[in-house]
């Protein structure tokens, strides 16, 4: 404001300040440094597509008996709804986390260990997995069964073709393509934002849960 020319301002002041101003740098645009965003690494292949399943009987029931609460069997409609974000994690959220993880601590009789489980198989349609981090241990220690909430990918690699079985459809296995490392993140129940790498059956675990909460199951038609 202080330079700018005024009424009454005599003509020699009035041209003393043009020139002023003409010899003044012209105003340049600001450069800002950006620093590049660090976007996830990206899958090498699309995310896993399903193919025909090996048996195709259906289960006669729909519910199962776990040690604590029971597991949903298909068909369920819970189990083909994508499930919601946990926006809070209140004690009604840990207890069913804890459930969860007692039901992979003691499982019911199986014919394949489970080594994840997801909420809607304990029929809520939250955002939770539990998980076996170190499933090939001989003894398990209470660190190696954790729960994650909201989890999400970071990214999946190295797809490849494997096969694989879900509780909620006993005695059926599946062809499926899953990523040999995958990488996720989520909160501990505690609300600590935490990232997951896995490798082979943990990576497919990972895989296998997170498609329990988008409602994809084994069998579910038409995905990929
Ligand atoms: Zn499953």
Redesign the pocket.
């Known amino acids: 404001m202080a330079d700018e020319e005024k009424p009454g301002m005599s003509a020699t002041e009035r041209f003393k300040r043009r020139k002023a101003a003409e010899a003044s740098p012209k105003p340049t645009v600001a450069i800002v440094k950006v620093e590049p965003m660090i976007l996830p690494e990206p899958p090498e292949e699309p995310i896993a597509k399903h193919t025909e399943p090996v048996a195709v009987s259906e289960p006669k029931f729909d519910i199962a008996s776990g040690p604590k609460r029971t597991y949903l069997l298909a068909p369920n409609k819970i189990l083909t709804t994508k499930c919601k974000e946990v926006d809070k994690i209140d004690d009604k959220i840990i207890s069913l986390a804890h459930d969860m993880e007692d039901f992979l601590k003691n499982p019911p009789p199986l014919e394949v260990k489970p080594i994840?489980?997801?909420a809607p198989?304990m029929g809520m349609s939250v955002r939770i997995i539990s998980c076996m981090l170190n499933p090939m241990a001989i003894e398990l220690a209470d660190k190696d069964i954790i729960s994650i909430v909201n989890p999400r990918f970071v990214y999946i690699k190295k797809v490849h073709l494997v096969t694989e079985?879900?509780?909620?459809?006993p005695g059926r296995e599946y062809k499926i393509k899953r990523g040999k490392i995958v990488k996720i993140k989520g909160m501990l129940l505690d609300g600590t934002p935490r990232t997951f790498k896995g490798h082979d059956i943990v990576a497919q675990m990972f895989q296998?849960?997170l498609?329990?909460l988008d409602g994809i199951?084994?069998n579910s038609p038409g995905r990929g």
Request: glycine share 6%.
């Open positions: 994840g489980f997801a198989q079985t879900c509780l909620s459809l296998h849960e498609d329990h199951l084994l």
